[in-house]
């Protein structure tokens, strides 16, 4: 795959890490806790980790307020431990993507300190302050704006009060905050995942939102309006390839945006003659219903809406949403797998979903996550999603000697130790299906075609010269028939049919997966 950037044929792991491995014992994980757990990502075939942030940071929103770009929080160690982490990543071959948050910082960041010190402040017009407020909801309930009783001026925060919105409208702002991505780049950090990328330009004239038609009662209070004046701005693509810029004054970085849009908004993100984003972060398998149907227009909608020149990408899980495995069951969770390390481009997985691992039920006093504790009961948590990775069936499960902050699910069964070396399990499939994009270079940059929806199978083939490969995917809970003309098995979902040469009509078990090599 000499023909392609790393990040194209790359399998990018998400790693939370205050959930990944804690060294120290304060419950919390750490750069040490990742540095002694390499070996597993390598053994599990991954090609680069992007981590959640792990920045100086009061934690109001767990890293993503942060009060220094350019240092570690005590919490996850030091510079050193990072300078470490990143060399013996490298050593090993792997790759590191940092979070980057430049739509607001801390309150706490020294910048914003000054900002609100007064309205005569050299940084005051580094975040957005009005003598007004507008209509502008903040997306972790209740309204955008903070009166500051300093000055008597709001403030702008899209999420929490403590998370001011920094005025990328100003060139010093963009200055500092590039000058931010350089230090990490010097150190050769390989690339950034831009946190809500879409978010960064405002409405310069401020302008209400309307009301939004197609609100539901239940719903989080942000959707009563459509977000026409505070996402998503025509100036952002600008913004995008400057920053994309500085990326490029380094050897092969890359730049990945988080954007939550529908499929056409999205595609603009890579920007005027692909100079934006190289990767927008394709959301759709996190939102699309499970069944045959709803994924295969998914697929061929995305395919057909990507610009020419634009890598395709897939996301199956993040710190963000409900896992997969709770989403759709544990057997079909098998499919997602084999669906997702089928799909063309660079794909993207989020710790413990290579586990199985689910959602874990937080009781209300065990709640952490700001945008259930201000919004509390709409499914807004995200601590669920967020518990410790098990990695034996211990009391901490490995993870930590200590408490954990959040608590630790049903790791009896499923952890680490457990399934790494049992023949048939998640973890064994994950890594042949990882192992199969390296002896398979079709499945990363081979075409994709055919993509069919039919007694809820979907099946697709992966295309390039010489090699034809079927994909078949039951999203049934029922057995069921396909026909094929021929073609020898090199996976299944349940590891067990490898080899096995098929033909003419054909029995699926319900929810298995098959991918064949066909016979041309
Ligand atoms: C992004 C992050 C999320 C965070 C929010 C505010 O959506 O993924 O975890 O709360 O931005 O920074």
Known sequence: MQDLAWWQHSVVYEIYPRSFQDSNGDGIGDLKGILTRLDYLVRLGIDAVWISPIYPSPMADFGYDVADYCGIDPIFGTMEDFDLLLAELHRRGLRMILDFVPNHTSDQHPWFLESRSSRHNPK???YLWRDESNNWPSHFGGSGWELDATTNQYYYHAFLKQQPDLNWRNPDVKAAMFDALRFWLRKGVDGFRVDVMWLMIKDDQFRDNPPNPGYQLGQ???????PIYNADRP????????MRAVLDE????????EIYLPIEKLMTYYGRDMRGAHLPFNFQLLQCAWNAESVAQVISDYQGALPAGAWPNWVLGNH???RIASRIGASQARVAAMLLLTLPGTLTLYYGEELGMTDVPIAPEQVQDPAEKNEPGLGQGRDPERTPMPWDDSPSAGFTSGTPWLPLGDNAASNVAAIEHAPRSILTLYRRLIDLRRIHPTLVRGKLQSVIAENDVLRYERVELGTRILVLLNMNRKPVRVTLHSGTVLASTSLDREGQKLSGTIDMEAAEGLILSLDL
Do not use: N, Q, T
């Open 250 to 257: 380094f050897p092969d970085r890359v730049l990945i945006g």
């Open 320 to 322: 963000d949403k409900p």
């Open 235 to 242: 100036e952002i693509h600008d913004l995008v390839a400057e």
């Open 124 to 126: 005051r017009d580094w």
């Open 220 to 226: 989080p209070s942000h959707h009563r309006l459509l």
